[in-house]
């Protein structure tokens, strides 16, 4: 049995599910996400808690029972409290800004590098801390935008300049030895 599977989801206050046929509609406080899941699982609602249950114990089937509750959770979650993820930029002369709603990178580059957010997605930018802070509802769609903004710099090994996670350990090394006489 998938443990994560078996798991039952508990609906917090102010979030509504709506079942289709192997469809799941999640509204919130903060938004809206629909997921479609496959038809071999199968999505109930008893009051607040939710359960996913499937139709045999095949492999696939059962990879699908774990995917799907996982899915329904990260949607609960997202419309009620949301998402975030922390990019921190490192670096003499590197510095995140906001221009409206876009982000701007200035990472070592002869011209500033501008980062539009998609659709459900905001940008918070500390500038004395240099963090950059993306939200949204959407858990997928979050770590997607951060992994692209990490994307533009990464971080270099040697220095360690460049954008990285919070928290995120960067391997230094320790750079060529100089000439011997």
Known sequence: MSRIGQMPIKLPEGVKVTI???????EGPKGNLEQIFRPEISVKLNQ??????RVNDEPQ?????GL?????NNMVVGVSAGFEKVLQVE???YRPDMD???????????HDVRVSPPEGITFE?????????????????????AADIR?????????????????????????????VA
């Open 20 to 26: 289709e046929e192997n469809a799941v509609r999640v």
């Open 48 to 53: 607040d808690v939710l359960t996913v249950e």
């Open 61 to 65: 089937i059962r990879a699908f029972h």
């Open 68 to 72: 799907t509750r996982a899915l329904i």
């Open 91 to 93: 670096g003499v002369g």
């Open 100 to 110: 409206g709603k876009d982000l701007i990178l200035y990472v070592g580059f002869s």
């Open 125 to 145: 930018v500390d500038t004395r801390a240099r963090l950059i802070r993306v939200q949204g509802i959407d858990k997928q769609l979050v770590g997607h935008v």
């Open 151 to 179: 994307k533009i710099r990464p971080p270099e090994p040697y220095k360690g300049k460049g954008i990285r996670y919070q928290g995120e350990y960067v391997r230094r090394k320790a750079g060529k030895a100089g000439k």
